[in-house]
């Protein structure tokens, strides 16, 4: 009996220590060593990566319309006003030819003048193509041709105008007829010439539209022209000289005997122009009116004589002169004229 009481005191003895042990190990901070080896001793805790969102993708906004900008029209350039030019002195046409006319070869000069030098030479006949006329210095004309060298080059020379047969003062007479002269009301103080002979009337313009034949146009290398049945047609022919005084003895002795398929032009001395100068020379035409041809072809006959020897100023005509004659002939084609 006086057992049971020393045992339970032990028992409560041991109760008290064990309580108090537990409390003990509550309140202790483990040392580093141990937290140490619990890090080594436990299963390494893997850490999973975060899974990051990629994010989905986002629509780009699309650009708001940029308008275009509004053309600005561009400066119109104003046209300046076309200078004037000045009109030329009326120069040949393409269609004026020549043909050299001497005894031996003609010196064709780099200008118009005895003192230019000369180039080349060409012998009698050469054809060539006239485009202008000067004066020189002493009064003498010359015209500015082109011809054709040996290697097909054309050269631009002058040749003394005495020695060359050319249309072209026929062609400027016909340019200048067609344009309106200027007149003034001054009056002319100047005193006409005495005229030696017989007063001429100036013979019949040929009426707007006529078609002018010349007399001599195979002489001259002149291709003629081709009229119809309703044109009116005129043979033409013309003399020149160097001075105005010149004209009258040419005009007094000179005989034409010019025929249209075999019939002569009768009267045909009152139908000489007035005397007018031209290029540097006095010259008169003859414009023959025949009136309207049959269709078909017809042939000009031309032969010029002199009842004495006379002058132009370049060369001498006439009896006991070089040049006692001047014959030519034309032959030409009248087409039907369409109704």
């Not at 901070?29 to 805790?45: C, E, H, M, W």
């Not at 005989?255 to 009768?266: A, I, T």
Request: aromatic content about 8%; overall charge negative; proline content about 10%.
């Amino acid at each position: 009996m006086q057992m049971r009481p020393w045992w339970t005191l032990l028992l409560l003895v041991c109760l008290i220590l064990l309580v108090t042990a537990c409390e003990s190990n509550e309140t202790q901070t483990p040392s580093p060593q141990a937290q140490g080896d619990v890090a080594l001793n436990q299963p390494t805790r893997t850490v999973k990566p975060i899974v990051s969102f990629t994010p989905r993708f986002t629509a780009t906004p699309l650009p708001s319309t940029t308008p275009f900008p509004s053309q600005t029209p561009q400066a119109t350039a104003t046209l300046a006003p076309p200078t004037a030019t000045l009109s030329p002195t009326p120069s040949p046409t393409a269609t004026a030819s020549g043909i050299i006319q001497s005894n031996q070869s003609v010196n064709l000069r780099d200008g118009p003048g005895a003192d230019q030098p000369v180039v080349t030479a060409v012998a009698p006949g050469t054809e060539v193509g006239v485009l202008r006329t000067k004066t020189d210095d002493a009064g003498r004309t010359w015209y500015e041709i082109a011809i054709e060298d040996d290697d097909g080059n054309v050269q631009r020379l002058w040749v003394r105008g005495d020695l060359i047969e050319t249309n072209f003062d026929d062609i400027v007479a016909g340019q200048a007829a067609a344009e309106v002269e200027d007149t003034t009301d001054e009056p002319d103080n100047r005193t006409p010439p005495t005229p030696t002979g017989p007063t001429r009337t100036p013979g019949a313009t040929p009426v707007a539209g006529a078609v002018k034949i010349l007399a001599y146009c195979e002489q001259k290398v002149v291709r003629p022209p081709t009229p119809t049945t309703n044109d009116e047609v005129y043979i033409e022919w013309s003399w020149y000289v160097a001075a105005e005084d010149l004209m009258q003895q040419h005009l007094d002795n000179a005989r034409y005997e010019v025929s249209l398929d075999g019939k002569p032009l009768l009267d045909w001395d009152q139908y000489a122009s007035d005397t007018r100068r031209e290029q540097g020379r006095w010259i008169v035409y003859w414009y023959y009116p025949v009136g309207r041809l049959e269709a078909g072809e017809h042939t000009v006959t031309y032969h010029l004589s002199w009842d004495e020897a006379i002058t132009d100023g370049y060369d001498d005509f006439g009896p006991g002169t070089s040049t006692t004659t001047n014959d030519g002939t034309c032959t030409f084609t009248v087409n039907e004229a369409t109704p």
